[in-house]
């Protein structure tokens, strides 16, 4: 096995956290670059309104139900349509994000194949992991939890992706 070293604890565990997160990075700054700026300030401006209509409706159906008020019932249903078209605008908008994913996931393949020397099913590189060892472990109260190559990348890329979709404003946040 090539960098034997590597492929153990605590090398491993910081090597695929960099890769992670050089992934996350790449796919993030790509998703900007295909996203345009008024796209994004449409999604977020989108998900204010939201979460304001629904912060009201929430507020409006605990008073119509503790006051039985036909009227604030008939304002809640209106703001409920309204909502779903809020949210059918946002779905649609962040499904043009999509188009960015035959790229990411081209570039996750590759990685994947120097990791693991696979494609697929089909061996094609020496790899650094088999994909089953532990690369990672998490300390818990009952002791340490060990995370195999798939689960320790999943478990970075989220905490990356969340870091960079907010750091290029493609959250859809503040």
């Known amino acids: 096995?090539?960098?034997?070293w590597l492929s153990t604890p605590p090398a491993s565990t910081i090597f695929i956290l960099f890769v992670s997160m050089l992934m996350t990075f790449a796919s993030?700054?790509?998703?900007?670059?295909?996203?345009?700026k008024e796209q994004r300030e449409k999604l977020t401006a989108l998900k204010h309104r939201i979460?304001?209509?629904?912060?009201?409706?929430?507020?409006?159906?605990?008073?119509?139900?503790?006051?039985?008020d036909k009227k604030l019932?008939?304002?809640?249903?209106?703001?409920?349509?309204?909502?779903?078209?809020?949210?059918?605008?946002?779905?649609?908008?962040?499904?043009?994000?999509?188009?960015?994913?035959?790229?990411?996931?081209?570039?996750?393949?590759?990685?994947?194949?120097?990791l693991t020397g696979n494609l697929f099913s089909l061996r094609l590189l020496p790899g650094l992991f088999t994909g089953g060892e532990p690369v990672a472990y998490l300390p818990w109260i009952s002791g340490e939890t060990p995370l195999n190559l798939f689960l320790w990348y999943l478990l970075c890329s989220f905490l990356f992706g969340t870091l960079f979709s907010r750091l290029?404003?493609?959250?859809?946040?503040?």
């Open 51 to 68: 979460d304001e209509l629904k912060k009201n409706m929430n507020e409006d159906r605990k008073k119509a139900r503790s006051t039985s």
């Open 168 to 174: 290029f404003g493609l959250a859809g946040g503040d």
């Open 1 to 4: 096995m090539p960098a034997e």
């Open 28 to 36: 993030s700054l790509i998703n900007r670059l295909f996203t345009g």
């Open 73 to 114: 019932l008939k304002k809640v249903r209106k703001q409920e349509k309204q909502l779903l078209q809020l949210q059918s605008q946002m779905a649609s908008l962040s499904l043009r994000q999509m188009r960015v994913l035959p790229i990411t996931m081209a570039m996750f393949l590759i990685a994947w194949t120097f």
